[in-house]
């Protein structure tokens, strides 16, 4: 997106205040919105379900009904396709990967300033330094993202393909290799090593190391950008509200939270929930709570991207990103 384009975007959100929304919607009806995320429901996704339950989204005119994903779920052609109104994805580059291909959303805000991907290493096997890792015997690495952050991985820091071994979500064997690393979901798969193994693993965030892309995006279609500005606002406000209530309220305070998430995934243990809200406060995830995607940090790690030669120079337009 050019400079002016995204300053007369930004001027437009700016002016658009929720008070406003809310009395454009009238007093008495709220305004129907469908938010898809990208899994089933966990610590990760627990300011949207905050802002839903402490009626935050309700405060800003907005009748939320937020739909978990999950293994069998793929809730992201649903925004294209008009069947939802927003999306939480991953990091940027699925973001870039819907500019390569011309899908009509655009990124408007990111909850998370670091990405959760990490590696996690045994303690004591002389990879509590990062220069270490190279050295790993093993690194269990999913295959998408052979495809994607290994490839980083392999140009910034001299990582090797022949290290690699398919990791099929599943601890077994990295436990059973004390000098092999892993992948890992830096709120998620610690807790589960901790849970099988009794020893908390050494965690490296990819985001510590130069890995610059902002995550849990929240994504709108481009027409909605375009010519609902307001409402765009208000529901980034209203999430960024509730993720601020959920991080820095007590356990009581997002007790209906955690409650929520667990109606809508009863596979989630609450001793889980806590945990991983505990890394998501250590780690800094959440940043200033702004929800900022700056355009030059939005192009910089693009650049880091063509790089690694995951995608070609001019391949990806910021037009069609922000």
């Known amino acids: 997106m050019t400079s002016d384009r995204r300053s007369l975007l930004l001027a437009a959100l700016a002016a658009a205040t929720a008070p406003a929304f809310v009395r454009a919607q009238g007093a008495s009806r709220l305004r129907n919105i469908v938010f898809a995320t990208n899994w089933k429901a966990q610590a990760a996704h627990g300011g949207f379900y905050q802002a839903l339950v402490d009626g935050s989204y309700a405060k800003a005119g ?29 990091n940027l580059l699925h ?8 899908v009509p959303t655009r990124a408007v805000a990111a909850v998370f300033q670091k990405d959760p991907q990490a590696l996690i290493a045994h303690p004591g096997q002389g990879f509590e330094q990062w220069a270490a890792c190279t050295k790993a015997e093993r ?5 998408d993202a052979q495809f994607s952050w290994w490839q980083w991985l392999k ?21 059973a290799n004390p000098r092999s690393l892993q992948q ?25 190391q130069g890995w610059r892309t902002p995550s849990t995006l929240i994504e709108a279609r481009a027409e909605t950008v375009a010519r609902e500005p307001q409402l765009v606002k208000a529901f980034v406000e209203a999430s960024l509200a509730g993720w601020r209530r959920y991080l820095g309220g007590t356990p009581a305070a997002r007790a209906a939270a955690d409650a929520r998430m667990r109606e809508d995934n009863p596979e989630m243990p609450l001793a889980e929930l806590q945990a991983s809200h505990a890394l998501i406060v250590r780690q800094g995830l959440f940043g200033d709570g702004s929800g900022g995607l700056q355009p030059e940090l939005v192009k910089g790690f693009l650049d880091d991207m063509v790089q690694a030669g995951l995608y070609k120079a001019g391949e990806v337009s910021l037009v069609k990103v922000l």
């Open 184 to 208: 890992a979901y830096s709120v998620a798969e610690p807790i589960y090593v901790k849970a099988q193994a009794g020893f908390d693993p050494v965690v490296h965030l990819l985001a510590d």
């Open 62 to 90: 907005l009748a939320v009904e937020i739909r978990q994903g999950g293994p069998q779920v793929n809730n992201r052609p649903l925004l294209p396709a008009g069947r939802i109104d927003f999306l939480m994805t991953g």
């Open 95 to 102: 973001s870039f990967d819907n500019a390569k291909q011309g």
């Open 155 to 175: 140009r910034r820091h001299g990582f090797r393909d022949e290290q690699l071994r398919p990791y099929n979500f599943t601890l077994g064997p990295f436990l």
């Open 139 to 143: 690194l269990w690495i999913a295959k």
